[in-house]
């Protein structure tokens, strides 16, 4: 069982930045693709980014409405996954969700069901 707790949201203006963190315990963290997941009121949750065993070229994703602005990372030392946020914009406020999913690599990470393990949320809150 994997246990993910996400830290560093709250409220901010629009085009200021916040990292969030996830710290993950009582699985092999390196053995696990990474995401980030957001849910406002009233939509579906969607992915923001996601990250595979090793980050590095070619095996991060960031969602259309994020890319440029969000870079997602890990740190499989300290057992942690990052997404750094830039550019703020009220649409981006949300509660953001942390995930852990063992399925590997592929078309499917952009899919809620292929991440088996959820943190409890952190709500970012953007203001104009």
């Known amino acids: 069982q994997v246990v993910l707790v996400e830290s560093g949201g709250g409220p901010v203006q629009a085009g200021e930045s916040l990292r969030l963190s996830c710290a993950a315990s009582g699985g092999t963290f390196s053995n696990y693709v990474m995401g980030w997941f957001r849910q406002a009121p009233g939509k579906e949750r969607e992915i923001v980014a996601a990250i595979g065993l090793r980050g590095g070229r070619g095996n991060t994703y960031e969602g259309d409405s994020v890319k440029d602005r969000f870079t997602i990372s890990r740190d499989n030392f300290k057992n942690t996954v990052y997404l750094e946020m830039n550019s703020l914009k009220p649409e981006d406020s949300a509660v953001y969700y942390c995930?852990?999913?063992?399925?590997?690599?592929?078309?499917?990470?952009?899919?809620?069901?292929?991440?088996?393990?959820w943190g409890q949320g952190n709500q970012v809150t953007v203001s104009s």
């Open positions: 995930a852990a999913g063992d399925s590997g690599w592929g078309p499917w990470i952009s899919d809620s069901g292929s991440f088996r393990f």
